[in-house]
């Protein structure tokens, strides 16, 4: 049994005294095996407590921005002019290979200006595409694990921000790897949820807005 975590409307954080009246009641909560989460702690820690029987596992689209979002702002530490070339930042952030001509060319321009950001590049790259490996087997898991143990010891050195956070959800991103699961569904719901509240202009009433959730989303 699998169970994604509530959608919280927007005026409400998703802290624990908040959602335990709503966890506490949760029928079939012992049968959970796997709760998918993205890098939160707030919610590690509701799953631990209301889910104890439950394998927490990372969602992999939230793994792997937090390894872009840390690089891009360290390249733009080193090449400022990037806060006004969206090309480069757009090729930066694609798959090399989906890569168009055009772009590998402009990508190779860029290193050629700023050859202190290859490898940086190429180490974001490498961890990206680790993460992005699904359906392993579990001695294929193993040799990830070693991989990820390596990635963070070398650039834990570099001080590389991410790292830390991805130590920490060691054991979280490694069932990543075995488990098909992901938030998508949860943040389709999410994504229309705002966007309903963006077109109101936000709800002074909760059953207001209850009720166009119950609409939109049935």
């Not at 590998?104 to 974001?124: G, I």
């Not at 050195?157 to 991410?162: I, L, R, W, Y």
Request: proline share 6%; glycine share 4%; aromatic share 12%.
């Amino acid at each position: 049994m699998w169970w994604p975590l509530p959608c919280v409307p927007k005026w409400k954080s998703p802290v624990a005294a908040e959602l335990s009246g709503f966890l506490a009641q949760l029928p079939g909560r012992q049968k959970v095996k796997v709760v998918c989460i993205d890098l939160s702690g707030p919610y590690r820690a509701l799953v631990k407590k209301w889910f104890p029987n439950a394998r927490i596992v990372a969602d992999r689209f939230h793994t792997v921005r937090i390894v872009m979002q840390h690089f891009l702002e360290l390249a733009r530490q080193i090449a400022p002019e990037l806060k006004h070339q969206s090309g480069y930042l757009k090729v930066l952030r694609k798959r090399p290979e989906k890569l168009t001509r055009l772009q590998q060319s402009q990508l190779t321009a860029f290193f050629a200006s700023w050859p202190a950001l290859q490898p940086l590049y190429d180490k974001m790259r490498a961890i990206c595409d680790l993460f992005n490996q699904k359906h392993q087997a579990k001695s294929s898991c193993q040799k990830h694990a070693r991989a990820l143990i390596d990635f963070i010891d070398e650039l834990n050195q570099s001080n590389f921000e991410p790292m830390k956070t991805l130590a920490y959800w060691a054991e979280p991103i490694g069932a990543m790897w075995r488990f098909s699961r992901n938030n998508s569904i949860t943040e389709g719901f999410h994504r229309k949820l705002k966007l309903m509240q963006r077109i109101a202009y936000g709800f002074r009433h909760f059953n207001n807005y209850r009720l166009h959730v119950i609409a939109q989303c049935g």
